[in-house]
């Protein structure tokens, strides 16, 4: 409980606000484990996130961010 600060699993990379007419965000959030990108909507009381994906339906990958497990 009081041991060493645990790394985020995911990182944010991406943030958009919008104009006075529309109040929320949108966010891209990468996993560190697996590079897979996920994007979140909120605003106006309302939200949700999902994976991103190509134009074949497979998941976006920032391989560039996933980090390599650490030892226990």
Known sequence: MFGEKKENRFVKIVYEGFDKKFTGSIFVFVDTETGVQYVQFSGEGRGGATVLV???????????????????
């Open 54 to 72: 190509d134009r074949e339906g497979k998941p976006l990958l920032r391989e560039d961010l996933i980090k390599e497990p650490s030892e226990p």
